[in-house]
């Protein structure tokens, strides 16, 4: 069957061919270490995984990279500010290495919450400075570099297309209107490949270079490893919708200035965002919301799974816990239903159908994962089919949702007297609003494994899958 993805360099749905017939190449821009993700990030992973998981239930062969930027992410994309790795080391008196690895670890233990499947590879930028360095040598050679103020900088004005994905009418922006003037650049769009001590001077990250010690630029980064993994050209690259603008545009700079190959990349997927009252979730603000705070209060990640589902990757997704609890919900039933209809999978009862087909359309159509959850309610709800083949079909449309329905246990908890009797006290403190108490009492349940549900109906107390 067909596939359609939206390419942003397009902006057009497009039928998806393949460089290698049923492989596919696919790099995901991965997290910034130097914080935990908020929700707002892991959307876009989530969006990731669906397009690995979409491929691989097309039967593709599916190479996805995903890197890990340790070093040379400073606070503006556009090369001004600190680093924001070594910013945080201060902050916390820890070493630049020990903030990179703590939180990547836990950008893993919440993708894992989220049933997000590993990529193929994952690369750490500190681990690819050989491949970077090789890769700016190229641009050098082929003209397109100048040295200034102890950094090396790419010169766009020597790229024809630069800008093209963002459609960037070059004359019509002033100078400091998209990004800080930087006085070394020749040319305000003009960024940074290799910075020296020159930039800052207690970098804890350095390595030597042809163009003296430093350290590399954050869009160097994902061109050289994106290249080493998957070839000078490849099929498929994702970012948030940020990433239009400065990073994906000056990335395609240097790869096709290194390389000759055009296209680099054949098809461009942007998310959109996840916004909250505020407007867009960010790190650097310092509000937002992680999975672990949704955890504390009593959400399991596959709730804020099913809630990424549930709007398109294309529309901004506005958050708000009203929003969340109709997610659970949803989900809620979805799983009851499951348990309910598990019980009777020895009947078989075939009527011909075509939600496979359907299901299979709604994915493969630029991932309209809405419509393929539609399919699967239709599925549940329809009185003409058995309980073996709502099962089966729905455990095949998991392969691709990841809400983890094949491993669904009865979670009803049987309380011991003393567990009951804090239930009660908790049901009280909320009715005098005591929100401290209760969420006292709610930590005492979740350090024991269950988790306190609030229902019209009263608390309800379930096992934790985490
Ligand atoms: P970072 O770790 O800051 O490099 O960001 C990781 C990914 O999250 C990038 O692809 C961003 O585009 C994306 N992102 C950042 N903020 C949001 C948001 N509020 N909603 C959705 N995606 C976001
Ligand atoms: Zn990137």
Redesign the pocket.
Known sequence: MEIKLFNTMSRKKELFKPIKKDEVGFYG?????YNY??I??L???ILDDLINRMFRYNHFKVNYVMNV?DVG?LSSDADSGEDKIKKQAEKEKKSAYDIARFYEDRFFEDTAKLNILKPDVTCRATEHIKEIINLIKKIEKNGYTYLSGGNLYFDVSKFKDYGKLARLKMDELKAGARIEVDKNKKNPFDFVLWFTESKFKNQEMLWESPWGIGYPGWHIECSAMSIEYLGNQFDIH??????INVHHTNEIAQSEAATGKKPWVKCWIH?????ADKG????SSGEFLTLQILINKGYDPLDYRYFCLNTHYRKP?MFSFEALDSARNARERLNNKILEIRKNVGYSHKTKNDYSIKFKESVNDDLNLPKALAVLWKVLDDPELGDREKYDLVMDFDSVLGLGLEDLEEKTVELNEKDKKLILERETARKNKDWKKADEIRNIFIKKGYILKDTPKGVKVEKSNI
Do not use: Q, W
């Open positions: 821009c991965g997290p910034t270490v993700a908020h707002g990030n959307r876009k992973y930027t992410h994702t970012g948030g919708i940020d990433h998310s959109e965002f996840l916004v867009k979730m960010s790190k997704l």
